[in-house]
Antibody, heavy 120, light 107 residues
Framework: QQQLQESGPGLVKPSETLSLTCTVS??????????WGWIRQPPGKGLEWIGN???????YYNPSLRSRVSISVDTSKNQFSLRLNSVTAADTAIYYC????????????WGQGTLVTVSS | EIVPTQSPATLSVSPGERATLSCRAS??????LAWYQQKPGQAPRLLIY???TRATGIPARFSGSGSGREFTLTISSLQSEDVAVYYC?????????FGGGTKVEIK
């Protein structure tokens, strides 16, 4: 059973860049069966899809964040990463990485999530 | 962007009774809808995809139905461990979008 684990700073200053990495264990990230995605959840609120990436590097982003977001993949480390620029307090959220089944575009395996707070 | 709208916001159900949750899409999404369960302090868990197919390991008391714009998640006999927030997600069009959630509690 694959496992996903987020890592990165829990506190980011306004206007700076949020950077998170998701490490995938128990199987290769280089598979045609899955995309690899990021979802966030502000405290006490609902879920927002950020974007996802294929092992070959192809990406989809939420248009609401496209100007500030970048997702990359490192197949040699079995990791994928999120960068969100010019953050504000509105970007404070639990950030989840997740596996996205390519045939039905649903998230069937999630990391535990990591809280990122934007504050000076 | 397709907007899924869930109702009710909160549902109180007695143990052993049926819980019925609704999700309505702003336009037709065929059967391209999933349901997730999120317990407090945990990541969401996939329950249903394709509107009615249970994911691996999901108990039979969870069932999904619907197509087009109207969808339903039914918990046939509510158990205490089913207390959670339930989200629907459409995947007919990009961007992927989630409903606002229905909180299920024990009456």
């Amino acid at each position: 059973q694959q496992q996903l684990q987020e890592s990165g700073p829990g506190l980011v200053k306004p206007s700076e860049t949020l950077s998170l990495t998701c490490t995938v264990s128990g199987g290769s990230i280089s598979t045609t069966h899955y995309y690899w995605g990021w979802i966030r959840q502000p405290p006490g609120k609902g879920l927002e899809w950020i974007g996802n990436i294929y092992y070959s590097g192809g990406t989809y982003y939420n248009p609401s964040l496209r100007s500030r977001v970048s997702i990359s993949v490192d197949t040699s480390k079995n990791q994928f990463s999120l960068r969100l620029n010019s953050v504000t307090a509105a970007d404070t959220a639990i950030y989840y990485c997740a596996r996205l089944v390519s045939t039905v575009t649903t998230f069937d395996n999630w990391g535990q999530g990591t809280l990122v707070t934007v504050s000076s | 962007e397709i907007v899924p709208t869930q109702s009710p916001a909160t549902l109180s159900v007695s143990p052993g009774e049926r819980a019925t949750l609704s999700c309505r899409a702003s336009q037709s999404i065929s059967s391209n809808l999933a349901w997730y369960q999120q317990k407090p302090g945990q990541a969401p868990r996939l329950l249903i995809y394709g509107a009615s197919t249970r994911a691996t390991g999901i108990p039979a008391r969870f069932s999904g139905s619907g197509s087009g714009r109207e969808f339903t998640l039914t918990i046939s006999s509510l158990q205490s461990e089913d207390v959670a927030v339930y989200y629907c997600q459409q995947y007919n069009n990009w961007p992927l979008t989630f409903g606002g959630g229905t909180k299920v509690e024990i009456k």
